[in-house]
């Protein structure tokens, strides 16, 4: 027979029948995207940070502030800190049990090295004016670690009673 879909009653569950003699299966397809639109706040900003990052020099105001000795790596650590704590936070709030905030401490923070190593990779080759290193590589990965830590310490402290 034919294959006909509503939408039940209880919140994120999609009833699906096929035939009358058939079973019925429940699909939680609605919560899987809702835990998929806690990951659009983590776009959005690792869209930001690929922006900023592509700003050529000359285009960037003169301040004061930005004459400060190392301000460049306080500002890669700040934005890997929000990229890590977006991250981490969209990670442990979609994961199904707390036993699992191991592996999404770990996932957040092996996406964020490698979202930052690839953002100055592409300062070092495509980028006019802008040069990737090491010491960008390395603010920000202890930026990520540091938001990721602040997130796991605030999911901790939920969790305990």
Known sequence: MFQRSTICSAPAIIWTWSAPDSHIACKPI????????????????????FYIISIPPGSI???GLLQLPHIDKVIHFSMFAVFGSL?????????????HHKATILISLFTGFIYGGITEYYQYCCL?????????????????????????????SRIRP
């Open 61 to 63: 105001p003169e301040s």
């Open 128 to 156: 006019d004016g802008r040069y990737g290193n090491i010491p960008d590589v390395l603010a920000n990965c202890f930026g990520t670690v540091f938001g990721v830590f602040i997130i796991a310490m605030l999911f901790q």
């Open 30 to 49: 609605c919560s899987d995207i809702i835990k998929l639109l806690f990951f659009l706040p983590v776009l959005v900003w690792g869209a930001v940070i």
């Open 87 to 99: 991250l981490a936070g969209a990670f442990m709030i979609s994961s199904k049990t707390q036993q």
